[in-house]
C-alpha cells in the first residue's frame, strides 16, 4: 500500500522560510518521479514542482520558482520541499505525491499546513 506523510508545515510571517518532508513507503520510490501540489481554501489542486526519479531534472511552476526547491533521498526514501521568501498568497495545504497531472496527482498523504501571515 502506497504511503505517503507530509510533514515540517507551520505558521511563518511573509519572507520567512520552511521546509517540508514526505515519507514515502509501499512503493519503489527510485522508480518515481515525484511531485509536490498544493490546494488553497476554495482553490483547484495546484502543481507546483516534480523532481526526477534519480534527481536527474526539477521542474516548478511559475509562481514558486526561483523561491521553492525540490530534492530527494532514494537511500531513505523521503522527499523535501525548501520554501523561501514565503508570500501570503503561498498558504495552503501541502502535498507530496507519485502521481501526475493525468491521474489528480493522486495518491496524495494526509497534507502538511503552510500558513504566511503579513
Known amino acids: 500500500e502506497v504511503q505517503l506523510v507530509e510533514s515540517g508545515g507551520g505558521l511563518v510571517q511573509a519572507g520567512g522560510s520552511l521546509r517540508l518532508s514526505c515519507a514515502a513507503s509501499?512503493?519503489?520510490?527510485?522508480?518515481?518521479?515525484m511531485r509536490w501540489v498544493r490546494q488553497a481554501p476554495g482553490k483547484a489542486l495546484e502543481w507546483i514542482a516534480t523532481?526526477?526519479?534519480?534527481?536527474?531534472?526539477?521542474d516548478y511552476a511559475d509562481s514558486v520558482k526561483g523561491r521553492f526547491t525540490v530534492s530527494r533521498d532514494n537511500n531513505v526514501n523521503m522527499l523535501y520541499l525548501q520554501l523561501n521568501s514565503l508570500k501570503t498568497e503561498d498558504t495552503a495545504m501541502y502535498y507530496c505525491?507519485?502521481?501526475?497531472?493525468?491521474?489528480?496527482?493522486?495518491?496524495r498523504g494526509q497534507g502538511t499546513q503552510v500558513t504566511v501571515s503579513s
Open positions: 523532481i526526477g526519479d534519480y534527481s536527474d531534472f526539477t
Open positions: 509501499g512503493f519503489s520510490f527510485s522508480a518515481y518521479n
Open positions: 505525491t507519485n502521481g501526475g497531472k493525468w491521474n489528480d496527482y493522486e495518491p
